[in-house]
């Protein structure tokens, strides 16, 4: 189909690889072959014509192709780029305030809710990012119902996989993941509690990255848990997801998640920007030591597990010095204290987050507790709570939400302390750069009777203390995704990226679904 670029002997519009990076794409603006408005075009008919199947979008940005128009003035100008993601086109996920949008969080509650840019927004477009869309979600990141089915949500229905539609593309950051894998955007900016980022990059087969915890400000984000939540990178190459980081993480002084500790490897934190493409190494997993986490997936196929046996050759092959296996001591006795501290965090962050829409005159009717939202849910009952119910919310309502509460207080420092023993024990003991795992279970058939069918997933330790973790692809099953976890100590991103992306290149062993392809 002859696309409405124009036509020229270099880069076009028409001729946009679904796997086009943002430095090609950079390069192609610079040299002139392609513009901004051409581009953001190209990326707004892919979402005409995929989304009413795949469901990865929940709204379009009225002012997506002004944005673009002002992009390519700025770079005409005598300035130059504003910033290094000058006209590239992003999806952000709807529970991160855009201004002149809804910021939902996938809820009808949420619908004339429109704050102010969250702080992260405000990075993006000092950088000459175009807000492209807001992205589908796991309604309330899939902290509604203990019975959910990820990548649904009331207002932008069931987000698909690209790699087979009815298959389901993990959550909560469902159609940021989507998205990008179907080359809806080149970049997506996702969020994450527990998994939300890693997990269903993984099952789109894509890169996401959860930073430490305060990195990224979460200023501007609809809350969950005041201490584990943060918005992190989604992109189909290492080195994008890098790019993206590099905008996103900023010290922000009204998210005060974490003091910068006295630690030369926070200096990325405390000056508040840090170029991380600097540190991709494709020789960086020589010598390195990466122990191998192969607990956390017992419970996977024998096909699943070939994924992690090919990936730890891999690495091997590249020169690291590895221990195979580590175990992470108590691992399993986390969830029980996180769930308990989350309840809490959720009714305590959602009442506060309300009364600030409130405050701000952004509400619209929306409501102003989580009590009233669950009351709304109820009234709503036959369009919200269709497909599954609202026990997390009422669960969460009857705690005090209060984080000085002795029971809170109690079950999140135990949370935290076992989460920081399971992954520093074997990181001091042998000496780790990183640890690696499998992230998550190949996509699983969407099922609204019986819910999601995760048999395994390896994100709890890193979201709950705070630790970075990235996931990159590593291989197939049935033609569905898996990927590779690296984890490693808190601030260790540049870490983290550079032996992610030696790993990466290496085997690159992304495919591009059948579904993105012209």
């Known amino acids: 189909m002859r696309d409405f670029a124009r036509e020229s002997a270099g880069f076009t519009a028409s001729t946009v690889s679904p796997d086009a990076t943002v430095a090609e794409l950079q390069r192609a603006m610079t040299a002139g072959e392609i513009s901004s408005a051409e581009l953001t075009r190209h990326y707004l008919r892919r979402i005409e014509e995929l989304n009413p199947a795949l469901h990865a979008v929940i709204t379009v940005s009225p002012d997506a192709m002004a944005q673009a128009e002002a992009s390519d003035a700025a770079r005409a100008a005598p300035s130059g780029p504003r910033g290094p993601l000058e006209g590239i ?16 969080a996938g809820s009808p509650a949420l619908l004339g809710a429109q704050p102010p840019d969250a702080f992260i927004i405000t990075r993006l477009r000092a950088a000459g990012a175009v807000i492209l869309a807001k992205a589908n979600l796991s309604e309330w990141a899939n902290f509604r119902s203990t019975h959910s089915t990820s990548g649904w949500s009331t207002l932008g229905g069931q987000a698909g996989n690209p790699y087979s539609l009815d298959r389901n593309p993990s959550g909560s950051s469902s159609g940021s993941a989507a ?6 955007a080149p970049l997506a900016v996702g969020t994450e509690t527990d998994g939300s980022i890693v997990s269903p990059a993984s099952a789109c087969g894509i890169v996401g990255l959860k930073p430490t915890a305060g990195l990224v400000s979460r200023t501007g984000i609809v809350p969950l848990s005041p201490v584990q939540d943060t918005a992190g ?21 009204l998210d005060p998640a974490v003091d910068p500790p006295a ?20 020789g960086a997993l020589d010598g390195a030591r990466i122990g191998i986490w192969r607990s ?29 296996p580590v175990e992470l001591p108590d691992v399993d006795k986390i969830a029980e204290p996180e769930w308990t501290a989350l309840k809490y965090e959720f009714k305590y962050g959602i009442n506060a987050y309300l009364r600030y829409l409130a405050a701000y005159g952004a509400s619209e009717g929306a409501p102003g507790s989580l009590e009233e939202l669950i009351s709304f849910n109820a009234r709503n009952a036959g369009l919200v709570l269709s497909r599954f119910g609202q026990e997390i919310f009422e ?45 998550g ?8 009777v019986l819910g999601d069918h995760e048999v395994f997933g390896g994100a709890r330790p890193a979201a709950v203390s705070g630790w970075p973790s990235l996931t990159v692809p590593a291989g197939y099953v049935s033609s569905l995704p898996v990927g590779v976890t690296f984890t490693g100590p808190r601030w260790s ?26």
């Open 89 to 104: 086109p992003v999806l952000v996920k709807d529970n991160v305030a855009v201004t002149g949008m809804p910021t939902t």
């Open 179 to 184: 998205g990008v894998a179907a080359a809806l």
């Open 233 to 253: 990178p989604m992109a189909a190459t290492v080195a994008d997801a890098a790019a993206l980081l590099s905008v996103l993480a900023a010290a922000d002084p």
């Open 263 to 282: 630690d030369p490897r926070t200096a990325e934190r405390i000056r508040g920007a840090a170029e991380y493409t600097s540190f991709l190494d494709p």
């Open 296 to 324: 956390g997936s017992a419970a996977a196929t024998p096909a699943t597990l070939a994924v992690l046996d090919a990936a730890v050759a891999q690495v091997r092959a590249l020169g690291a010095v590895l221990v195979d």
């Open 395 to 439: 669960q969460s309502q009857a705690t005090s939400g209060q984080l000085s509460d002795p029971g809170y207080l109690a079950a999140r420092s135990a949370a935290t302390r076992l989460a920081v023993t399971a992954l520093e024990t074997p990181v001091r003991e042998h000496r780790l750069d990183a640890i690696v795992s499998l992230t």
């Open 441 to 448: 279970t190949p996509a699983w058939l969407t099922d609204y």
């Open 493 to 518: 991103e540049p870490r983290l990226l550079a032996l992610a992306y030696a790993f990466e290149q290496a085997g690159a062993a992304r495919r591009v679904p059948a579904l993105s392809r012209p």
